[in-house]
């Protein structure tokens, strides 16, 4: 049967230690680059909102931590996610290598980014 979680505090608290780490701060990170966003399970993993809307997802697997969508940006930005492209719409991070959490905070910056301007946030 498949995991189920209520908040993303339960969700963060079901993976191991190191793992809990590093969500709680791409969580924190990720909050802090979508001002006045909030966070909530979605599809049963943890998700950024803005004004109610879906902004960035992310997940703990067993290797590695995911994060959906992935935005479109300059030619910059596309080489730097490049290394970390699964699919159009995902990106995959290494668990057991440095967390490029910088990354991360700028594929949240430019989703809040496109939502305040699809929804004039």
Do not use: C
Not at 45 to 70: C, D, E, M, Q, R
Not at 94 to 106: H, R, S, V
């Amino acid at each position: 049967m498949a995991e189920h979680f209520e908040t993303v505090d339960e969700y963060i608290a079901s993976r191991p230690g190191e793992v809990q780490t590093i969500l709680q701060e791409i969580r924190r990170r990720a909050l802090a680059a979508v001002p006045g966003g909030g966070d909530r399970i979605s599809y049963g993993i943890p998700t950024i909102t803005l004004g109610g809307n879906y902004v960035v997802y992310f997940a703990a697997w067993k290797h590695h931590i995911s994060v959906y969508p992935v935005p479109d940006g300059d030619e910059e930005f596309e080489r730097e996610i490049a290394p970390f492209r699964a699919t159009k719409g995902t990106l995959k991070f290494p668990l057991g290598k440095p967390m490029p959490y910088e990354l991360i905070e700028k594929v949240a910056t430019l989703l809040a980014e496109r939502e305040r301007a699809r929804g004039g946030y």
